[in-house]
């Protein structure tokens, strides 16, 4: 079973929040992360206004490899909805909707690809950074479900979908209120792009939370 029967510390990590399931879950305080290492201070970014400039990236596809399926041909290339599913230990400590986790879940064919992006985050931010932008709060992977809004089914069926902090980069919000957007976020985002992910907020600006492993 793909979703609610799994042990709560594996499952968690995997199983994102489903709008028709429950109510909306409340993050748990986070810890203090120590100084970086480096000696660097963390940064807090402001709260996004719409004075904040925005320039849409002119180019969004720094993926370095073939790429990822159009999401019409994930079936054929990844399989049935809700299996193949792998884990692999996270970089640093990611916060799920009120647990902790050092795993990340996902599907076999990018979990690994997940891995590498979150190491070279940490290595470009460093851990109090990561902390500091709440780059560590972690929305889920796998949820089979169809797409807010329409009948297709989502990209998080597949577990090739993952969020990141769903309440301060919410599926309507854009550039002017996502936190996500802001301009000390675009190596994140741009680590995502050289593995050939696609991120919603970056290519059409809404749903800055969502990242996924396969094109339009």
Not at 25 to 44: C, H, I, L, N, S
Not at 138 to 161: E, F
Not at 170 to 179: R, S
Request: hydrophobic share 35%; aromatic share 12%.
């Amino acid at each position: 079973d793909f979703s609610v029967n799994h042990n709560v510390k594996e499952a968690a990590y995997e199983y994102n929040y489903c709008l028709e399931h429950g109510t909306k879950p409340v993050f748990a305080p986070r810890q203090a992360v120590d100084t970086d290492p480096t000696g660097a201070a963390p940064t807090t970014p402001t709260s996004p206004t719409a004075t904040v400039p925005y320039v849409k990236p002119s180019n969004t596809n720094l993926c370095k490899g073939g790429g990822f399926p159009k999401q019409r041909e994930v079936e054929r290339v990844y399989g049935p909805m809700g299996q193949n599913q792998a884990s692999l230990p996270s970089p640093y400590t990611l916060y799920v909707y009120g647990q902790q986790t050092n795993v990340i879940r996902a599907h076999e064919m990018v979990v690994e690809s997940a891995q590498r992006v979150l190491t070279r985050a940490l290595d470009h931010y460093g851990a109090a950074q990561i902390h500091a932008l709440k780059l560590d709060i972690y929305g889920g992977a796998l949820c089979v479900r169809k797409m807010k809004g329409g009948n297709s089914w989502s990209m998080h069926s597949w577990g090739i979908a993952m969020d990141w902090h769903p309440e301060a980069n919410g599926f309507k919000v854009n550039h002017t209120q996502a936190l996500f957007a802001q301009p000390i976020y675009v190596k994140w985002w741009e680590l995502w792009e050289e593995e050939c992910w696609v991120s919603l907020g970056r290519a059409r600006d809404f749903d800055w939370m969502h990242i996924q492993a396969a094109r339009f």
